[in-house]
């Protein structure tokens, strides 16, 4: 049931900016806010930033986000190796009643 | 520090049942809303099933799985369960509990995550 829709891959040299997108619809993104999760190669995923654009303390500020209508972004500014990651956003869908996750993107530094 | 470790997984037959477990530490597990998600191998996240916090009998699943899959807790010994009856092979997965903020708002804290493996 992934009806959010991201990139499949994104990728930049260390240092550069790269942005994820993620396309939903008004019964999920339209109404209920936005969660992105970080998926590090070979472990369990970890919340990044929840509603729409707000980051956990422990989360580097190069990581944002935002939101507008039914879809929503992720930036990652001054790229390192250990972003190096699959990316899934993520929300509830109130006509559905069932969460919902993006198709994922991998973030690759060249 | 919150903690989810499950178990439970490993190889069964299609048609088969698993039970899985996510033992809960290092909060008030009854207050809160609990998840479990699965992973095919090189897939992406699935949203799998939810139950509300201790008290409550809401519950909801994903279309794939209802009528097959039960989740539920036990708050005395701090421990999510998800019964899993007539398995297929597409439920082959990484399994992992995780624990919802505010019910569905987030998955704040996720589990490592017990390997399922649907083979004959």
């Known amino acids: 049931q992934s009806v959010l829709t991201q990139p499949p891959s994104v990728s930049a040299a260390p240092g550069q900016r790269v942005t994820i997108s993620c396309s939903g619809s008004?019964?999920?993104?339209?109404?209920?806010?936005v969660t992105w999760y970080q998926q590090l190669p070979g472990t369990a995923p970890k919340l990044l930033i929840f509603?729409?654009?707000k980051r956990p303390s422990e989360i580097s500020d190069r990581f944002s986000a935002s939101k507008s209508g039914t879809s929503a972004t992720l930036g990652i500014t001054g790229l390192q190796t250990g972003d190096e990651a699959e990316y899934f956003c993520?929300?509830?869908?109130?006509?559905?009643?069932?969460?919902?996750f993006g198709t994922g993107t991998r973030v690759t530094v060249l | 520090q919150v903690q989810l470790v499950e178990s439970g997984g490993g190889v069964v037959q299609p048609g088969r049942s698993l039970r899985l477990s996510c033992a809960a530490s290092g909060f008030t597990f009854s207050n809160f809303a609990m998840h479990w998600v699965r992973q095919a191998p090189g897939k992406g996240l699935e949203w799998v099933a939810a139950i509300a916090y201790a008290g409550s009998t809401e519950s909801h699943y994903a279309d794939s799985v209802r009528g097959r899959f039960t989740i539920f807790r036990d708050s005395s010994k701090n421990t999510l369960y998800l019964q899993m009856n007539s398995l297929r092979r597409e439920d082959t997965a990484v399994y992992y509990c995780?624990?919802?903020?505010?019910?569905?708002?987030?998955?704040?804290?996720w589990g490592q995550g017990t390997l399922v493996t649907v083979s004959s």
């Open positions: 509603d729409d654009n």
């Open positions: 993520g929300t509830w869908d109130r006509s559905l009643s069932v969460y919902v």
């Open positions: 995780a624990r919802g903020y505010n019910w569905h708002e987030r998955f704040d804290f």
């Open positions: 008004i019964s999920n993104i339209g109404r209920s806010y």
